[in-house]
């Protein structure tokens, strides 16, 4: 799969700074999900850029600093567990990815959106489903996201040891249920999330 063919294939429409956009941490039961927004030089070749999924931690931690200094414009952002709860985890990811896409300077005039929903996204865009192994800017937003949010759940772990945060990230573990049922819910949990404890 080349990893640059829908960037050229909006670049032929006149786009001229086009970014990815994707989210890490829909599917836990604890903390905020974050997401990334990148602008990379069209046709840049990073050995090893993949859908962050498909990456080990090490590598994805190598490529996050090579992404940030070759990109265009970066940015990350994230909506915390009360907004999820306020809201839903759905409008969460979106409106994490929106402000990231807002905040890159140089300013992005096209978006791809990893996945098939996009209610307020407010950049002209469209939709990408798998986006995170189709495209570049995509697979490079998605490993900006995993691992600042894996980052962040590392820290959550040292203000919680109880759960064990930094070996299964929030995810709904058998260890992280068990956890739950023997301390209760954290001030992170996503009180949504735990309707079925």
Not at 32 to 49: H, R, S, T, W
Not at 105 to 131: M, Q, W, Y
């Amino acid at each position: 799969m080349n990893l640059w063919e829908i960037e050229r294939e909006y670049a032929e429409k006149g786009y001229k700074l086009i970014c990815g956009a994707d989210e890490a941490g829909a599917g836990p039961l604890a903390g905020a999900v974050y997401a990334a927004a990148v602008i990379l030089p069209l046709g840049l070749e990073i050995e090893g850029l993949n859908d962050s999924k498909k990456l080990s931690p090490k590598k994805r931690e190598t490529l996050f600093d090579i992404i940030q200094q070759k990109a265009i414009a970066w940015s990350i952002n994230w909506v915390d567990e009360n907004e999820i709860d306020a809201t839903d985890i759905l409008q969460a990811r979106l409106k994490a990815m929106d402000m990231c896409i807002n905040m890159l300077e140089p300013a992005a005039d096209f978006a791809l959106i990893d996945g098939n929903r996009d209610k307020g996204i407010h950049c002209s865009h469209i939709t990408v489903v798998k986006g995170d192994s189709r495209s570049a800017n995509i697979a490079a937003a998605s490993i900006l996201a995993k691992v600042s949010r894996d980052r962040y759940m590392i820290a959550q772990d040292e203000i919680y040891p109880e759960y064990g945060f930094a070996r299964h990230k929030g995810y709904p573990t058998k260890a992280h249920y068990e956890a739950l049922r023997k301390h209760g819910p954290c001030p992170i949990h996503r009180k949504t999330f735990l309707k079925n404890l």
